[in-house]
Protein backbone atom coordinates (compact mmCIF):
# COMPACT_ATOMS: atom_id res chain seq x y z
CA UNK A 1 0.00 0.00 0.00
CA UNK A 2 1.46 3.50 -0.93
CA UNK A 3 1.66 6.47 1.28
CA UNK A 4 -0.62 8.63 -1.24
CA UNK A 5 -3.63 5.90 -1.26
CA UNK A 6 -3.15 6.36 2.66
CA UNK A 7 -3.28 10.05 2.85
CA UNK A 8 -6.78 9.61 0.71
CA UNK A 9 -8.12 8.02 3.50
CA UNK A 10 -10.09 9.30 6.40
CA UNK A 11 -8.95 8.50 9.94
CA UNK A 12 -11.60 6.07 10.71
CA UNK A 13 -10.31 4.23 7.22
CA UNK A 14 -7.15 4.50 8.70
CA UNK A 15 -7.85 2.73 11.90
CA UNK A 16 -9.40 0.05 10.65
CA UNK A 17 -7.12 -0.53 8.23
CA UNK A 18 -3.95 -0.55 10.86
CA UNK A 19 -6.49 -3.39 13.19
CA UNK A 20 -6.47 -5.33 9.72
CA UNK A 21 -2.69 -4.84 9.09
CA UNK A 22 -1.91 -5.85 13.05
CA UNK A 23 -4.03 -9.19 13.05
CA UNK A 24 -3.01 -10.21 9.64
CA UNK A 25 0.92 -10.08 11.29
CA UNK A 26 -0.19 -12.00 14.54
CA UNK A 27 -1.84 -14.50 12.44
CA UNK A 28 1.15 -14.68 10.21
CA UNK A 29 3.27 -15.23 12.71
CA UNK A 30 1.58 -18.08 14.32
CA UNK A 31 1.36 -19.91 11.49
CA UNK A 32 5.09 -19.06 10.49
CA UNK A 33 5.78 -20.48 13.32
CA UNK A 34 4.02 -23.64 12.97
CA UNK A 35 5.84 -23.79 9.83
CA UNK A 36 2.94 -23.04 7.55
CA UNK A 37 3.96 -20.20 5.90
CA UNK A 38 5.60 -20.36 1.79
CA UNK A 39 6.28 -17.01 1.55
CA UNK A 40 8.01 -15.42 4.62
CA UNK A 41 8.50 -12.35 3.17
CA UNK A 42 5.07 -11.35 3.50
CA UNK A 43 5.66 -10.05 7.05
CA UNK A 44 7.63 -7.72 6.04
CA UNK A 45 5.18 -6.38 3.56
CA UNK A 46 2.48 -5.92 6.81
CA UNK A 47 5.45 -4.42 8.69
CA UNK A 48 6.28 -2.04 6.47
CA UNK A 49 2.27 -1.26 5.64
CA UNK A 50 2.01 -0.60 9.58
CA UNK A 51 4.51 1.97 9.45
CA UNK A 52 3.19 3.69 6.83
CA UNK A 53 -0.25 4.25 8.24
CA UNK A 54 0.97 5.12 11.82
CA UNK A 55 2.98 7.46 9.84
CA UNK A 56 -0.10 9.13 7.97
CA UNK A 57 -1.67 8.93 11.28
CA UNK A 58 1.14 10.91 13.08
CA UNK A 59 1.44 13.37 10.59
CA UNK A 60 -2.11 14.34 10.31
Partial sequence: M??????Q???VEL???LT?????????RFASA???VKNVR???KI???IAR????FKSS
Fill in 34 to 36: AGK
Fill in 53 to 56: ILTV
Fill in 20 to 28: ESREKLRQL
Fill in 9 to 11: KSQ
Fill in 2 to 7: KASELR
Fill in 15 to 17: QKT
Fill in 47 to 49: RKD
Fill in 42 to 44: EAR
